[in-house]
T-cell receptor, first 109, second 113 residues
């Protein structure tokens, strides 16, 4: 099956810093989503981005499908950005969403 | 809209006991799915459903049973709980399982002793 690798596994920032999270996948995909899991465990969808670039406030994402990677950018980080960021994909005709292991982000005040 | 709801929030079971984790959504989504989340493993798909009466296996289906009698509800059954099933369980729904935004419930934390 498809492999999804996220890097770095852990990231510690000071409030106000920028960061880039990476998601590599081993095969072509027809769907890619980014999720944020807050410290209380709630999972929130950030972007549905099988290709191209999207922006939502301080967050933006870019997927280069031909090179099999996606990037999540967080600018001017805030303590509320802390949590785990997951990348998830589907491929071909499959309806199964495969998750990476996540990047744990800690933003210190 | 309440979105995706799950009950209970927390449950302790003894090995061999059975239980049902409830999941409901009020967004008229056709697709629903169950995931388990273990430390360092990310989320893994257990079972999913593409509509009422239709279910299929995910990545880790053993030990779990599902049915989908209505669009709104998608319960997950543990027939004989094992310590390896200690995990956090999430239910999700969407118009399309793989191709559109997934909405997740708050999760059920299960401890099997």
């Amino acid at each position: 099956g498809i492999q999804v690798e996220q890097s770095p596994p852990d990231l510690i920032l000071q409030e106000g810093a920028n960061s880039t999270l990476r998601c590599n996948f081993s095969d072509s995909v027809n769907n890619l989503q980014w999720f944020h899991q807050n410290p209380w465990g709630q999972l929130i969808n950030l972007f549905y981005i099988p290709s191209g670039t999207k922006q939502n406030g301080r967050l933006s994402a870019t997927t280069v499908a031909t090179e099999r990677y996606s990037l999540l950018y967080i600018s001017s980080s805030q303590t509320t950005d802390s949590g785990v960021y997951f990348c998830a994909v589907t491929q071909g005709g499959s309806e199964k969403l495969v998750f990476g292991k996540g990047t744990k982000l800690t933003v210190n005040p | 809209n309440a979105g995706v709801t799950q009950t209970p929030k927390f449950q302790v079971l003894k090995t061999g006991q059975s239980m049902t984790l409830q999941c409901a959504q009020d967004m008229n989504h056709e697709y629903m799915s169950w995931y388990r989340q273990d430390p360092g493993m990310g989320l893994r798909l257990i079972h999913y459903s593409v509509g009422a009466g239709i279910t299929d296996q995910g990545e880790v289906p053993n030990g779990y049973n599902v049915s989908r009698s209505t669009t709104e509800d998608f319960p997950l059954r543990l027939l004989s709980a094992a310590p390896s099933q200690t995990s956090v369980y999430f239910c999700a729904s969407s118009y399309s399982l793989g191709r559109e935004t997934q909405y997740f419930g708050p999760g059920t934390r299960l401890l099997v002793l």
